[in-house]
């Protein structure tokens, strides 16, 4: 089971991501004997039952990651269980963010989707499209313009999710997750760049 030193400080930032959302930056609360209690913004609280994964720095290595359980929520007050080890991501494989930017995806026999990214990292991004048809498991030609360079790569979409727009009545919309290997160059671009956002990010905090 997951040791005190291999638990975040209390006081202490860390990320909480549940699924496949957006990572929520949340606050450490309580941080001794067998969960953690968060405080979290309302709009990223999670219900009871759901999983999620709490992640802080392991410098100089990475981040550690803390798969959890979310066991009681109060307002904005999230208490968690350790569901595991907390193991250490290397900076490659965590480093995520952006959102907004100008997608186009590819495809033989379609024409150009155009689309914006919710976030992205070096292995992979989710993005929105409207009026297009997309399944799991297919092949994708991503066209995504990252500031002033753009980075073109083959894909497989490994989630979709149809998403009807309501208000006002619109044209469907979908949401694509989409997985990519990537060579070092391009990932570099990528890593460079969500690292860049992040910090403006912060900087605007």
Not at 32 to 40: C, H, K, R, V, W
Not at 47 to 52: A, E, F, H, I, Y
Not at 75 to 94: D, L, S, Y
């Amino acid at each position: 089971m997951t040791t005190p030193a291999q638990l975040p400080d209390a006081g202490s930032y860390v990320e909480m991501t549940a699924s496949d959302e957006q990572a929520a930056r949340v606050r450490v609360v309580h941080a001794e004997g067998a969960g953690l209690t968060l405080s979290a913004p309302l709009a990223a609280v999670p219900r009871v039952g759901t999983s999620v994964t709490l992640r802080w720095s392991a410098a100089p290595r990475g981040r550690y990651a803390l798969p959890c359980a979310v066991v009681e929520v109060e307002e904005n007050r999230v208490e968690v269980h350790p569901a595991g080890e907390a193991v250490v991501e290397q900076q490659r494989h965590f480093v995520r963010g952006g959102g907004g930017e100008q997608i186009i995806m590819r495809r033989p026999g379609w024409r150009d989707a155009h689309g914006w990214i919710r976030d992205i990292s070096e292995n992979s991004m989710r993005a929105h499209f409207e009026g297009t048809n997309v399944v799991e498991g297919e092949d994708l030609q991503l066209w995504i313009q990252l500031g002033s360079e753009i980075v073109d790569i083959p894909a497989v979409a490994s989630r979709v999710a149809m998403l009807p727009q309501q208000v006002p009545p619109g044209p469907m919309s979908v949401e694509i997750v989409a997985i990519f290997a990537t060579e070092e160059s391009l990932a570099r671009i990528i890593r460079r760049y969500v690292m860049r956002q992040q910090l403006l990010s912060r900087t605007r905090a």
